[in-house]
């Protein structure tokens, strides 16, 4: 079931992801910014936010987040495999929510889309397998908390890119 192939392939869907995210998000947001704004307006500060990273802040967040998944990768290894189920939980939920919401929105691509539908039978596997190994509460806490440790460290990294300035 969670093997080893397993969790060292959380990191390279991450990249695989984020990569994806990084080569396009400058042209669509130039392309969508003010039509994001309009049809989410109650996430106005947050679209900012991403907006004013420049590929180099962008790139920090994303190396930044792929070193906690490595840590919490090894964490499952060694020890305790709880942690990193949360966060494929909330990688998962993040990616094919966020992604498919966002270009059924648009009706149009979304920066990280197509990473999304070739991870689909990734995350199908891991949730079908996840189901399998645990009760439907630890699920629901390992998804709550994962998706909110994603969030906050994500929050995190944005607040603390605009703090540096240029970089």
């Known amino acids: 079931m969670f093997d080893l192939l397993f969790y060292i392939s959380l990191p390279i869907a991450y990249i695989l992801h984020d990569v994806e ?14 039509d994001l704004v309009e049809k989410c307006p109650n996430f106005i500060s947050l679209f900012s936010a991403i907006k004013d990273l420049n590929q180099v802040k962008y790139t920090i967040v994303i190396l930044e987040q792929l070193l906690f998944l ?28 966020q992604h498919f919401f966002l270009s059924v929105l648009f009706r149009s691509y979304y920066p990280g889309l197509i990473s999304s539908v070739l991870l689909l039978p990734y995350f199908a596997y891991g949730i079908y397998s996840l189901l399998n190994m645990y009760s439907i509460v630890e699920n629901i806490v390992m998804a709550i908390c994962g998706l909110g440790v994603i969030v906050l460290n994500l ?4 607040w603390l890119m605009k703090k540096f300035g240029d970089l």
């Open 70 to 97: 490595v840590i919490v990768v090894i964490m499952a290894v060694y020890s305790d495999p709880m942690p990193m189920c949360a966060l494929f939980w909330g990688f998962a939920i993040h990616t094919v929510l």
């Open 21 to 34: 995210e990084l080569l396009t998000r400058r042209r669509w947001e130039k392309r969508h910014y003010n």
């Open 155 to 158: 929050a995190l990294m944005y």
